[in-house]
T-cell receptor
Framework: NAGVTQTPKFQVLKTGQSMTLQCAQD?????MYWYRQDPGMGLRLIYY???????DKGEVPNGYNVSRLNKREFSLRLESAAPSQTSVYFC????????????FGPGTRLLVL | GNSVTQMEGPVTLSEEAFLTINCTYT??????LFWYVQYPGEGLQLLLK?????DKGSNKGFEATYRKETTSFHLEKGSVQVSDSAVYFC???????????FGKGNQVVVIP
């Protein structure tokens, strides 16, 4: 099992460009999440998908959109990148339920110039 | 709302020293509590968890006890190794949903 995979590993964008971060999991999990990690801020939830076909906003959704393509894949799109979106982005997945552990991907490091 | 507070600042200690990282939380209901570890250049890995009051989570020599009366989940290890150098995050999973709330993390540096 690969677990949670993310592409790309690293990306440089210019302000105003768009891009999509890809995430896939092979653990048959129902729920998937996108977080961003900034120095001194911990991880903050951007969007999540409790199950296939549903998505909901997290703590910091502005400037992002998501698509739950199927049970395995959950993508995060930046339509018009801004320097404030420079961050490390992590995707995670879990079975549905309060007590379930979330499993994280290796992250995508994004630099917006 | 739900929140997690970790002690400020990095932690530097010598090999074989005792490690404590404090974590306190605010939540409604009965959350699950987690410690995640992040090694350099990697994603987060679950270190241990506890799902109800007085539960003790343990893994790789690390321990933490879910203390409802003090709303705490402090991480401890009796004898750290250089390989324990990493960033440690405390997190809670609130009752009723899976929206984890993370603390800001603590960088731990273990010196040989």
């Amino acid at each position: 099992n690969a677990g949670v995979t993310q592409t790309p590993k690293f990306q440089v964008l210019k302000t105003g460009q768009s891009m999509t971060l890809q995430c896939a999991q092979d653990m048959n999990h129902n729920s998937m999440y996108w977080y961003r990690q900034d120095p001194g801020m911990g991880l903050r939830l951007i969007y999540y998908s409790a199950s296939e076909g549903t998505t909901d906003k997290g703590e910091v959704p502005n400037g992002y959109n998501v698509s739950r393509l199927n049970k395995r894949e959950f993508s995060l799109r930046l339509e018009s990148a801004a320097p404030s979106q420079t961050s490390v982005y992590f995707c995670a997945s879990s079975d549905y339920g309060q007590r379930e552990t979330q499993y994280f991907g290796p992250g995508t490091r994004l630099l917006v110039l | 709302g739900n929140s997690v507070t970790q002690m400020e600042g990095p932690v530097t200690l010598s090999e074989e020293a005792f490690l404590t990282i404090n974590c306190t939380y605010t939540a409604t209901g009965y959350p699950s509590l987690f410690w995640y570890v992040q090694y350099p250049g990697e994603g987060l890995q679950l270190l241990l968890k506890a799902t109800k009051a007085d539960d003790k989570g343990s893994n790789k020599g690390f321990e933490a006890t879910y203390r409802k009366e003090t709303t705490s989940f402090h991480l401890e290890k009796g004898s750290v190794q250089v390989s324990d150098s990493a960033v440690y995050f405390c997190a809670l999973n609130p009752a009723g949903n899976n929206r984890l709330a993370f603390g800001k993390g603590n960088q731990v540096v273990v010196i040989p």
